[in-house]
């Protein structure tokens, strides 16, 4: 696929409030090219309606090195994977990641998991 990751992803974000189908649309052409951001943002689009193609997608671009994904990826799975949270809150916290440092606080405040 040919064309500016960058430009498919700004289009997308202009796009999500007004035309959700157009975005997704783009939001998927920059992530199938490989744009860690479009595939966090589509993953955010599509967690209520669409779960495991969300996971995917927070899952592609977090072991690509999006800590926005990490956390994302971290708050999806927390109640059905606590040990599986942990690890993703923990990759992005150590990254500097605000959000992730205080979902793993409070993750590690509901007590012991396993």
Known sequence: MAGHTGAMY????LLKDSDREAARDWYERAANAG???????LAV????????AAR???E???NAGDTDAMNNLGLLIAGDDPVGA???FQRAATADHAEAMN???ALLARGPFR
């Open 45 to 52: 689009l599509l967690k209520d309606s669409d779960r495991e």
């Open 10 to 13: 700004n289009l997308a974000v």
């Open 56 to 58: 995917r997608w927070f």
């Open 103 to 105: 979902n793993l606080r």
């Open 35 to 41: 744009h860690t951001g479009a595939m966090n943002n």
């Open 86 to 88: 942990y690890t993703w």
């Open 60 to 62: 592609r671009a977090a």
